[in-house]
């Protein structure tokens, strides 16, 4: 269809530079507004998706996160701002999008994917767009489309790099040709964990974006068959071709390995249920509620004085001890041990003193290194790791060891220990 009838007159005006463009043109853009794209995730990666699926005039959007906006998301998920803070993520987003397309359709999910809802979530899409950052709900989002036979563009970020693909079983490659099986539980680090420069998402999620409208365009070559690799590092892309396992058995059941891999935290902060009907714009900045507790912009956190993991924005548990009050029990002699989890080349960086050195891969398979577990005084074992995270994981395997063992998470490990 490539009469103009469809469009606004604001439309036409927004869109014009998409109508001159040769290869693309009215109809490759009546294609877009009156296509439906599915996209799980309103963070690092959803922030260009969005945005500009949103702004190329896609018609309908249903975006899919359960999650709320905190200071800590702002780096690298742009959608999002300071006025946004404690707002769900889908709204704020939503109120991004609508201020670049007012004419656009959007559902907002605040809930996690899961395999009981999700064939039901991406039943209408004429594509998926996969931007989550856990394993579990990629492999969730990835068997939902083979069954459901949903083309779905995926995309990865860690530290300095990530991956762009498009996976559509019969017609090419899935997810599970390239992964077959969803790793162990921290096997791969999180993004918490291991960090990730905040400009990636902004490439990775601008390519995903692209992938998306070229297939739903027709235009140009697709990535189905191939995965593009991104380092920020050297400024360099390749790419690995991707062929369907011929021996590979097709996916029947949601997510059936990835029980205990942690996709949603149900200790973390969830958006209240969106409304029946499209949200609204968000609120004024000035309207926007903001914690008590919160403190001034330029008021500096004291690093001894903290509640919270600065590294990853978890609240400070029953079981963890502050770098001061780990220094202050040293000081008192009332300390049953100190283990760094971290790896050896870690250790010989930098360590607090009177650690002993036992990695966590290590620890999985045997604690004997650990003293202190069975001390009578009831002095604690406190652990640690590069920020509190590997050291939790530790804490976790020792306390079903060891149920009466004292045992204490070092919040921020040794990289917030450094700074007292």
């Not at 869109?15 to 490759?28: E, P, T």
């Not at 071709?241 to 891999?261: F, K, N, W, Y």
């Not at 009466?404 to 921020?412: D, P």
């Amino acid at each position: 269809m490539n009469d103009l009838s469809q469009f606004s007159r604001s439309q036409m005006e927004r869109f014009q530079r998409h109508f001159s463009l040769d290869g693309f043109g009215i109809g490759a853009q009546a294609k877009l507004l009156n296509s439906r794209v599915v996209v799980i995730g309103a963070g690092g990666l959803g922030a260009p998706i969005l945005t500009y699926l949103a702004a190329a005039g896609v018609g309908t959007i249903e975006v899919i996160d359960h999650d709320v906006v905190d200071r800590s998301n702002l780096h690298r998920q742009v959608i999002h701002s300071e006025a946004s803070i404690g707002e769900p993520k889908t709204a704020s987003a939503a109120a991004v999008m609508r201020g670049l397309h007012p004419e656009i359709v959007i559902h907002e999910h605040r809930e996690p994917i899961t395999a009981a809802n999700a064939l039901e979530l991406i039943n209408e899409a004429d594509i998926v767009v996969d931007g989550s950052d856990n394993f579990a709900t990629r492999y969730v989002v990835a068997d939902a489309c083979e069954i459901a036979d949903k083309p779905m563009v995926s995309g990865s970020i860690l530290r300095f790099a990530g991956q762009v693909s498009l996976f559509w079983a019969g017609h090419g490659p899935a997810y599970r040709d390239l992964y077959p099986e969803a790793p162990d539980a921290g096997e791969v680090p999180t993004c918490a964990q291991a960090g990730v420069l905040g400009v990636l998402p902004g490439v990775i999620g601008s390519i995903m974006a692209t992938e998306t409208i070229k297939f739903l365009t027709g235009i140009g070559e697709t990535l189905l068959g191939r995965v593009l690799i991104y380092d920020a590092l050297d400024a360099s892309f390749r790419e690995i071709s991707l062929h369907p396992d011929p021996e590979r058995v097709p996916v029947t059941s949601i997510g059936a390995d990835v029980a205990g891999l942690g996709g949603f935290s149900e200790d973390a902060p969830a958006a209240a249920a969106a409304p029946a009907a499209p949200a609204p714009a968000a609120p004024a900045p000035d309207a926007v509620e903001q914690p008590e507790s919160e403190p001034a912009a330029d008021q500096p956190a004291d690093v001894e004085d903290l509640d919270f993991n600065p590294f990853t924005g978890d609240p400070k548990l029953e079981d963890e001890l502050t770098p001061k009050e780990l220094r202050a029990l040293i000081d008192a002699g009332a300390i049953g041990g100190i283990v760094d989890v971290r790896e050896p080349w870690e250790h010989q960086m930098g360590t607090i003193e009177g650690a002993v050195n036992v990695p966590l891969r290590d620890l999985w398979a045997d604690d004997a290194g650990v003293s202190g577990l069975e001390d009578d005084a009831g002095r604690p074992v406190v652990l640690y790791c590069k920020i509190g995270v590997r050291s939790r994981q530790a804490l976790k395997v020792l306390r079903q060891r060891h149920p009466q063992a004292q045992l204490r998470n070092l919040i921020g490990g040794y990289e917030l220990y450094r700074q007292l």
